[in-house]
């Protein structure tokens, strides 16, 4: 087993993620502190806090410069964040006078917390448009089964009639929440991280505030109100955003699981998972991956929740926690929502079996139904009390509820129409287009 089945060779095609791993490799990281030297010289030297001729040159020749990561390897393991190797090396690929003023008035924490954040706003990018077509897929689907009906099933006990088209919508409406959460945090993650030493911009002078809010411009980043070292409230819930969406998945990954049982049969999807000794089965690998992923990213968010714990005005023990944390819980989402794309796409319903499974028993899915029939002619608590003995009676002789009952109480309700379990669905139509139009 890898050190991480993200990025390990045998389970990358399951687990793994090459356009999202991409935003994680170390030259995209050293691409993005870069990028952050180059716009920090940018600013200052417009605000005249360094010289302008050495800032543009600066900028010039930050632009087609490569660091190798094996450069910043030793530098890491002895200083604990890669910034001061990152910086030496820079200052001496910009040379001369102007050398001296890269990373003018910056620290460590605002090189990598900012190069973080620019490649957190690519990696949602790549999130939101996956959420957006795995809910557009499934708001087909439920419109198409709207009609579809199946058992409900409370407590893994059949309940009532109801539609796979709604079953689907339960799917579909969290993940719209999903991405409203995500429009609300957005402005609140993607900032630009610049405070100096502790905090305080005490290198600018007068000028730290413009710096920062030029600074977030040039980046196409916004300004938060302070630098925010050790307040990791944003990043954390960028953390509950992706367990969020990933046991949204999950839930749908469980129902598609016991929909597919052999027994029930209801539902398959995906490309089934073969078994090296039994022929028969087919597995859902793509199912199961989603519980998994949920349940692998409901883990590492509390994780998370522990950088929040943050001493003073900068703490490694903290930060660092991020990042073994973020880019796995990243990479999960990026899969389940892969994945759930594909089985959002392949659903092949057996709308027959569906039926016949939520009238086995003698159709006491339609007890619900037969009490208030009844409660017309009786009190509610009576009716209950007879639908329940009937219920077992039924069970036990293998007749249907209903002829049962229509045998009992021969007039005043209409058992023809109790029979129809199609009849019995109540709002669930109305309720699929509410949300299949909630935006």
């Not at 039994?278 to 349940?295: D, F, G």
């Not at 079996?353 to 899915?365: S, V």
């Not at 017309?376 to 009952?405: F, H, K, Y």
């Amino acid at each position: 087993m890898a050190v991480s089945p993200f990025d390990s060779v045998m389970a990358g095609g399951l687990f793994g993620d090459a356009e999202l791993a991409a935003f994680f490799s170390d030259e995209a990281e050293i691409a993005a502190m870069i990028a952050f030297e180059a716009a920090l010289a940018d600013v200052e030297g417009a605000l005249g806090v360094i010289p302008a001729d050495e800032a543009a040159r600066i900028v010039a020749t930050l632009g087609d410069c490569r660091i190798a990561p094996d450069a910043l390897r030793a530098g890491f393991a002895s200083a604990g964040v890669p910034v001061p190797a990152l910086v030496k090396a820079l200052r001496a690929h910009v040379g001369g006078e102007a050398g001296s003023y890269v990373h003018w008035g910056a620290t460590s924490q605002d090189v990598i917390d900012t190069g973080l954040v620019l490649r957190l706003s690519d990696v949602l990018a790549v999130l939101e448009g996956r959420l957006a077509s795995v809910i557009a897929v499934l708001s087909e689907e439920a419109e198409r089964y709207a009609g579809t009906v199946m058992a409900a099933r409370t407590r893994s006990q059949i309940a009532t009639p109801t539609t796979f088209g709604l079953r689907i919508a339960g799917w579909i409406a969290p993940l719209q929440r999903c991405q409203a959460r995500l429009a609300e945090l957005k402005p609140r993650l993607l900032v630009v991280q610049l405070g100096g030493a502790s905090g305080t911009l005490s290198v600018f002078g007068g000028q730290g505030v413009a710096v920062m809010q030029a600074l977030a411009g040039r980046l196409g980043l916004g300004c938060p109100v302070k630098p925010w070292h050790s307040e990791r409230d944003a990043l954390v819930e960028l953390a509950g955003w992706l367990s969020l969406v990933t046991g949204t998945l999950g839930k749908m990954g469980a129902d598609l699981m016991l929909l597919g049982r052999s027994e029930i049969g209801e539902v398959k999807a995906g490309q089934g998972g073969g078994s090296s000794t039994m022929p028969q089965k087919s597995n859902p690998v793509a199912a199961e991956t989603l519980v998994m992923l949920a349940r692998f990213n409901a883990t590492q968010v509390s994780g998370a929740h522990q950088a929040l714990v943050h001493g003073e005005e900068r703490d490694s023990t903290a930060w660092a926690l991020e990042w073994m944390i973020l880019p796995q819980m990243v990479m999960a989402t990026g899969a389940a929502l892969r994945h759930a794309h594909v089985l959002a796409s392949s659903l092949d319903v057996d709308a027959a079996q569906m039926r016949a499974n939520a009238m086995a028993g003698g159709g006491t899915i339609l007890a619900e139904a037969a009490s208030f029939a009844l409660a017309t002619q009786m009190p509610l608590s009576d009716a209950q009390a007879l639908v329940n003995a009937t219920s077992s009676e039924a069970a036990r002789s293998g007749r249907a509820l209903v002829d049962i009952l229509s045998e009992k109480v021969p007039g005043g309700v209409d058992w023809d129409a109790i029979r129809d379990a199609g009849a019995h669905i109540g709002s669930a139509n109305e309720l699929i287009k509410l949300i299949k139009n909630a935006r």
